[in-house]
């Protein structure tokens, strides 16, 4: 049981993590702040807060933890802010999907009476904002942790006991590492879906294919439809690792397109090595099946 | 009302053609030709199919409709078998990814006392088998249908008449033009996808990086599941609309890329335009949503 969780940026993620946490009755108040208009009126509408705050020192004063959901280059504006008002003992984290430069903002800009560490839950959906926010969001999916060297024990417990009352499963893991699996299973997905969609929607032609689009093309355009804020913030600073897995991912495409213009039959054999990848990848997440 | 449909090929599209068509008791015989071990008796017990035949001659003979559910290049191959058996007065058609190629064996093979016309119902899943079949499949989608100047009408009429049946709704359109916008909103998805999966598979630390792969991956991937015996097919005889699309998106990752490198914080621009074409096209088709 929490006593005072704060939730500064109410989108999918602050939403979702607020409702969880009011559905298990497991904080005896959930602050929220958010900066957009009218946002904290419909979080506290959906149950999502308990109380709303316009203002951040009031927001952060005496949380046990305070949970910052924003665009990732936010984070490092908020920990400057945030610095002179954080009460001793606050544990304070994050749910963004990069973790090595924030871990760096952390320790450049947070006194060293609060305890930081950097989380990811790995959950989300293509639509953005507190309206889509769902307190199942995170059943039983992973919920990483990215402690340091430095990083006090008492942070990793209390993000571990978030995670568990939200329903998800705890993985800790280096912060770099984090980064490069993350830039091959979220970040290379959504720049290939965004390429996708730019490159079918920009032919003259595009209104009449359009017509024709189904349930594969909805599929394979589903992540482009992801918060573009957050995903430019991501890009801007996971650079390296996502152009690193960009390059392999043209490379690819390139070696298909030899055995395609070449009349390869043997062009199949790519096909069954990403179904017996992605089967295996299935058998280890049934939940998400 | 039909009178004896037969279809060869029992997978998930012809599979589904037949319960469709039974479930709306729209044929007074649906004949079931398949050569997989099996395959003829799922499909009957699952009522895709009135009657099984083992023999190809007796499949088609006196069939109002025959429709060919094979991949593709099995097409070219039956085409040459059915000529000698075919009734005068037989409709055929395909449903095919892939329409110039099939057009053109028709016209080389098929003898002029049947109609032929090519067809392609835009409607799948991710996985394949007559165990997937469903008869709501075809519901609202579009079902191409690419006469020629050579089409005789009786062709385009029953296999409207099919389309009308089991759901779908027809969209008359030139092969070439389909065959390029498939290969934009199908074909091109698919090999993206599987360059995907194979990118991220093959990385060494794949089994770490499974771990956190969740909704996001799963849809992007999604895709490479589909059957590669008729993919491959669809890559032999589309190639060069393939190839097309799939130069144009190689370009356009290669832009991505510039700009991630050169931490550009206007790649948000793509993302954005991303966004709008893919809500453009969510607007013209919300039977799909």
Not at 16 to 23: C, D, Q, T, Y
Not at 168 to 192: E, K, M, N, T
Not at 207 to 228: C, K, M, P, Q, Y
Request: glycine share 6%.
């Amino acid at each position: 049981m929490f006593q005072r969780v704060t939730i500064i940026g109410l989108g999918l993620i602050g939403g979702s993590i607020g409702l969880a946490l009011r559905k298990a009755e497991a904080a005896r108040e959930v602050v929220g702040y958010d900066m957009g208009k009218g946002v904290c009126d419909r979080a506290r509408q959906i149950g999502a807060i308990s109380q709303a705050s316009t203002d951040l020192a009031d927001a952060v004063r005496n949380a046990e933890l305070v949970i910052l959901a924003t665009p990732v280059r936010t984070i490092s504006h908020l920990f400057q802010q945030l610095a002179p008002l954080l009460t001793p003992g606050t544990v304070v984290t994050d749910v963004a999907s990069t973790k090595a430069q924030i871990i760096g903002w952390a320790e450049e800009f947070l006194p060293h009476h609060v305890a930081f560490v950097g989380g990811h839950p790995m959950a989300g959906k293509e639509i953005s904002g507190v309206e889509a926010a769902d307190a199942t969001l995170f059943y039983k999916r992973i919920y990483c942790v990215t402690p340091t060297a430095h990083t006090q024990p008492v942070a990793i417990q209390k993000v571990s006991t978030l995670a568990e009352i939200i329903g998800a499963r705890i993985r800790l893991l280096d912060a770099h590492d984090h980064d490069r699996q993350v830039a091959a299973i979220s970040h290379l997905p959504f720049l290939a879906s965004v390429a996708l969609v730019n490159t079918v929607g920009s032919e003259p032609d595009w209104s009449d294919t359009a017509i024709l689009a189904s349930t594969g093309f909805r599929d394979a355009s589903r992540l482009a439809e992801g918060n573009s804020v957050m995903y430019r913030d991501i890009c801007l600073t996971n650079t390296d690792a996502i152009t690193h897995r960009l390059d392999e991912y043209i490379a690819e495409l390139n070696s298909l397109r030899d055995q395609l213009v070449e009349h390869d039959p043997t062009i199949i054999e790519k096909f069954l090595q990403s179904q017996q990848t992605r089967r295996q990848w299935q058998e280890m997440h049934k939940e998400l099946s």
